[in-house]
């Protein structure tokens, strides 16, 4: 009888440790994901995660409460069933934007990952408390410069430009943006420009240059008044 016990809980550990070592080895997208569980795949799901902004933590492979939570917000951002788990369409979502380079025929500009950090940040530390279409304006004024021959011919030059954005010079870029400004950023790259073609922007009660009121308001968006 001992002896039946015995094989049977070796029976079990195997088992289990075999359970175990096939969650490690999964690769994201072989099965779904959720609260409590583990493995190579769930630490895959936070890097991409923190790739766009969701997960600020370290990666432990350990589908906890923070996972959860960047998941929901993901998916809030993106239209998809909200319940926190990372199964199929939220996965293939993910994959889906995670390209070193966003190539897109819709898009005015095709921008590299680096480059959408720099708009998601220039528009989160300029505009964050603006409208959605304040927000979008923003963002259309990097891209107006970069194709405009005036200006540094890409979106790193625009942005650390001496002096074009105080976000830049007073250390707001730097905070983490808000994964909801990438639709804004989206929207301003697929051709939706509500300032006009405005190549400058300016809060009047912020001002520090009066040379900025030399150029012809196009139109006024919230806060900040838009010029050629």
Same mark, same amino acid.
């Not at 300029?126 to 194709?147: D, M």
């Given at each position: 009888?001992?002896?039946?016990?015995?094989?049977?809980?070796?029976?079990?550990?195997?088992?289990?440790?075999?359970?175990?070592?096939?969650?490690?080895?999964?690769?994201?997208?072989?099965?779904?994901?959720?609260?409590?569980?583990?493995?190579?795949?769930?630490?895959?799901?936070?890097?991409?995660?923190?790739?766009?902004?969701?997960?600020?933590?370290?990666?432990?492979?350990?589908?906890?409460?923070?996972?959860?939570?960047?998941?929901?917000?993901?998916?809030?951002?993106?239209?998809?069933?909200?319940?926190?788990?990372?199964?199929?369409?939220?996965?293939? $979502?993910?994959?889906?934007?995670?390209?070193?380079?966003?190539?897109?025929?819709?898009?005015?500009?095709?921008?590299?990952?680096?480059?959408?950090?720099?708009?998601?940040?220039?528009?989160?530390?300029?505009?964050?408390?603006?409208?959605?279409?304040?927000?979008?304006?923003?963002?259309?004024?990097?891209?107006? &410069?970069?194709?405009?021959?005036?200006?540094?011919?890409?979106?790193?030059?625009?942005?650390?430009?001496?002096?074009?954005?105080?976000?830049?010079?007073?250390?707001?870029?730097?905070?983490?943006?808000?994964?909801?400004?990438?639709?804004?950023?989206?929207?301003?790259?697929?051709?939706?420009?509500?300032?006009?073609?405005?190549?400058?922007?300016?809060?009047?009660? $912020?001002?520090?240059?009066?040379?900025?009121?030399? &150029?012809?308001?196009?139109? &006024?968006?919230?806060?900040?008044?838009?010029?050629?």
């Amino acid at each position: 009888m001992k002896n039946k016990f015995t094989i049977t809980f070796v029976m079990i550990l195997a088992l289990m440790i075999f359970m175990t070592s096939v969650g490690e080895a999964a690769a994201l997208g072989n099965r779904m994901l959720y609260f409590g569980t583990r493995g190579r795949d769930v630490k895959a799901l936070q890097n991409m995660l923190a790739s766009k902004g969701y997960f600020h933590v370290e990666p432990t492979g350990y589908y906890g409460p923070i996972t959860e939570r960047a998941i929901i917000e993901f998916q809030k951002n993106y239209n998809l069933r909200i319940d926190g788990f990372a199964g199929y369409e939220t996965i293939r $979502k993910l994959k889906g934007n995670y390209n070193l380079n966003i190539s897109n025929s819709n898009y005015r500009l095709n921008v590299t990952a680096e480059e959408m950090d720099l708009l998601l940040r220039t528009v989160y530390s300029e505009a964050r408390g603006e409208s959605f279409e304040g927000q979008v304006a923003v963002a259309s004024v990097v891209i107006n &410069r970069v194709l405009d021959d005036r200006f540094p011919d890409t979106i790193k030059g625009v942005v650390f430009q001496p002096w074009a954005f105080t976000a830049v010079h007073d250390g707001q870029f730097w905070l983490d943006p808000d994964p909801s400004m990438r639709k804004a950023v989206e929207a301003a790259l697929k051709g939706w420009d509500p300032t006009g073609g405005a190549v400058f922007y300016y809060n009047p009660a $912020k001002v520090t240059s009066y040379w900025i009121y030399t &150029r012809p308001i196009i139109t &006024r968006i919230g806060r900040h008044f838009f010029a050629a």
